[in-house]
């Protein structure tokens, strides 16, 4: 994808309040973040979602409570809120800072370590990603990885444990992670329910079969 094109994709995701199905904020990223990124890459392309996905670097957590977003209360709101409070303040929007074109440099190494461990780690099926920065002013800029959409399950062959700490595991041998909402299954507690690895198998063994039937086809016709 172009610079262009990907733009066009993120912009009115920087305009929300929060993070989605297929779409997610980094403030930057470095090289033992890689199992938690390739952790995320599985969960995006195991989702439902039937379309590309974004880690989107250089942007931040919304910023502390503000005028712009704090809203008085009347008495008949604190009532029907149960609520002693004078205030409530709405999510704020996110801080789009942007990197340096330092910082984009070492993205671009971060990703190619990054496509190193993605290929080494996978079982099944590989996970397709571009790397696009993406400029928003003279001197900043966003640093986009497009998960591109795939069909396949996508989960390790072995455990994949923290650069800074090889006794405490990232990514688990063989667990599906999926992204449900902004939040990634597996990743803690909650895991993918049989549901979600029907689906994703279910989906794997149809986009196989018309692979199959389509080859067949193709044979026939050039017989």
Known sequence: MTEQEVYRKIRPLLENINEGL???????????????????????????????????VGVSEPKAKTSENKIPLSTEDRRRLNTDANYIYLPGRWDVHGLSAEDIEKMKLFSAKL??????????????CEYVPVQINSSRWLYVIVIKHTPG???????????????????KQGVLYVRIADTTLGARTDVASTTEHIRVWKKYITWLENVSHSSLTTEVQNV
């Open 22 to 56: 297929y779409w997610d904020f980094k403030k930057t990223l470095h090289e033992n973040q890689i199992p938690d990124i390739i952790k995320d890459i599985m969960a995006f392309s195991n989702s439902e979602n039937d379309r590309d996905a974004y880690i989107i």
């Open 115 to 128: 496509t190193e461990k993605l290929s080494g780690y996978m079982l099944i099926s590989h996970p397709q």
């Open 153 to 171: 399950v996508f989960i390790s062959k072995e455990d994949i444990p923290y650069p800074y700490d090889p006794h405490k595991t990232a990514v």
